[in-house]
């Protein structure tokens, strides 16, 4: 299994960005987590294999339909223990 991180800068918190992306996750059989950051970014964890990968940085960089997604950065990460994909604060 790899494990990567994306940050998405743009108009991407307060327009369910984290919820949609969990939902997008759950459907791809990724596992990981989504933060809002401090910076107002928004950064993802996630597991599993490329062709998930793929999809979700696809559709990272629209977003939920409100979102105004102005880069996504990537790189690879370590692999973590999680179970599924969630939310965090």
């Known amino acids: ?3 990567l991180n994306l940050k998405v800068t743009g108009s991407v918190q307060g327009v369910f960005f984290r ?3 969990q939902a997008k996750a759950k459907e791809l059989g990724l ?5 809002n950051c401090e910076d ?3 950064e993802i964890h996630a597991q599993g294999d490329e062709e998930a990968f793929k999809q979700l940085e696809e559709w990272c ?10 880069d996504v950065k990537k790189e690879e990460a ?3 223990d ?3 994909f ?3 604060c």
């Open 61 to 70: 960089q629209h977003g939920p339909e409100a979102a105004k997604v102005e």
């Open 31 to 35: 596992t990981g987590w989504v933060r």
């Open 86 to 88: 969630e939310v965090r």
């Open 1 to 3: 299994m790899k494990a």
């Open 40 to 42: 107002g970014s928004v």
């Open 78 to 80: 370590k692999v973590e």
């Open 82 to 84: 999680c179970s599924g």
């Open 19 to 21: 919820a949609k992306t």
